[in-house]
């Protein structure tokens, strides 16, 4: 079992920052996916970025150049940096992990004003 805890969200003006993380409950290093999903109202949850075990990193077209993913394994967390925020971006933010099965935290919710 692997339990994930994301921190960080909050109301933010647009074109300002906000620093998500996901702590784990066990290493990340056995984890073959770490990443970043998020859900609008009415809309489908969609990935935001994701880090495979040997380092690749996607991101959606959308946050390309304004949001960055890491992770570091001295502390089990996995981070999303996320700069230049739009209106757009609102959504519950949601860790998932993929050990065996896929693991979700429970979210953060994330709210840029215009």
């Known amino acids: 079992q692997v339990q994930l805890v994301e921190s960080g969200g909050g109301l933010v003006q647009a074109g300002g920052s906000l620093r998500l993380s996901c702590a784990a409950s066990?290493?990340?290093?056995?984890?073959?996916?770490m990443g970043w999903y998020r859900q609008a109202p009415g809309k489908q949850r969609e990935l935001v970025a994701g880090i495979i075990s040997g380092g690749t990193i996607n991101y959606v077209d959308s946050v390309k150049g304004r949001f960055t993913i890491s992770r570091d394994h001295t502390k089990n967390t996995g981070d999303l940096q996320m700069n230049s925020l739009k209106p757009e971006d609102t959504a519950v933010y949601y860790c998932d992990a993929r050990y065996g099965r896929t693991y979700w935290g429970k979210g953060t919710l994330v709210t840029v004003s215009a």
């Open positions: 066990r290493s990340i290093l056995g984890f073959v996916v």
